[in-house]
């Protein structure tokens, strides 16, 4: 069908758009990368996406060691329920889990307007991706490979979208949300043997797309709230993943200029977040904590290095005065009571060695938190202490 919602530079990219956007410099001759853009540019397209993925393979290394150390650290997915999904059987929204039988339909209203954009944020895969990293297995490296096909194909189905003027796969949180969710499962099918011309046009026109779309999305400049710096943080990834683009530069510095700004303007003095809700609190600090880690992976943000270090910090001394002694997230505005045990444990990570496990906040005393506008009162910090909550 006709797109109406996006660009064709996002959303069809060409051959020969493609593989005109890479810059290779008379150094590059002889590499993968040379041989893929030259392969791509003769309508060679085996060999040309046969020689891209070795091209990643190589030049993403570090970023698989670091994907790969993360998620295996990390306590194995349950089983039934990545066997669920290998049935296509889906959890989405509200605890709804629907069953697709041999084909997801992507434009599934089960879940609700609200719980189709959740669904096309592809968060639900990641269990899939960090089973098969744990395990190997070939059944789910086939189910990921089908799915991720799957989704490309009909990444234009924009029927339940005209409404909302939203493109299912390009719009800013969407984008944001699969740039990270596909970086992992795509360098741990290329690491885990060859994958077909037509999976590897799917991931790389996928995140070029994605990066294209959210360059474009922030070039009028700084618009507040969280889904510009969910965003931006993915922008920055993918602009540093992809240095071969020639597109890259401009997709880091914007998301750099943003990240600032959203640091600078975002927040109130006293560290709360501006749209006066936990979740998106939480989740605007993990988007900078995120591009920080990025950034410090591969040759830091510069001058701006120092002064979203402090950003990240003062937002995580906020939570630390502001939630209660069993560490649940106050369920104001588009939020719910949330338990975040980890929270400030994660938090002092981006503080100086030596930090305590409170950030320096004496949890057991009230704070007035004026500029944000809530007061905390409470007479200690164990559990079973008072703890009172107060939008003022």
Known sequence: MANKLCDKRVCDISEKDFWSSFKVGAKAKGTALAEAVAAGRKGDKDKAYNRLTDHHRASLAEEWAHHQQRITASAKPDRKAVNALLTNRIPGWHAKVVDFGRQIDWSCQAWGQSGLCGFHYLGWISPATNHYIHSGDTKTRNWLIRTVNSYYAHRND????????????????????????????YLALIHGGRITTDTAEAFNKLFLGFARSLHSLSASGYRSGNWQINGC???????????????????????VSMLEAHVQRDFFADGGHKERCWS?????????????????????????????????????????????????????????????????????????KGTDATLGIDRGRSYLLDSSGYAIMRNGDDRKATYLNMNV
């Open 158 to 185: 924009e029927r339940p979208w005209f409404k909302l003027r939203l493109h299912p796969t390009y719009y800013e949180l969407g984008a944001g949300g699969k740039a990270r969710v596909l970086m992992p499962m």
């Open 233 to 255: 943080g993915a922008l920055f990834q993918l602009g540093c993943s992809f240095p071969e683009y020639a597109e890259s530069t401009a997709w880091k510095r914007r998301a």
């Open 280 to 352: 998106y609190g939480t989740g605007v600090a993990r988007h900078l904590c995120e591009a920080y880690d990025t950034a410090q992976r591969f040759g830091g943000l510069g001058k701006a290095d120092q002064r979203v270090l402090r950003g990240i910090r003062k937002a995580y001394t906020w939570f630390a005065k502001s939630i209660g002694p069993t560490d649940h997230l106050p369920a104001y505005g588009d939020g719910q009571l949330a338990f975040a045990p980890k929270l400030l444990e994660q938090a002092r990570a981006y503080f100086p």
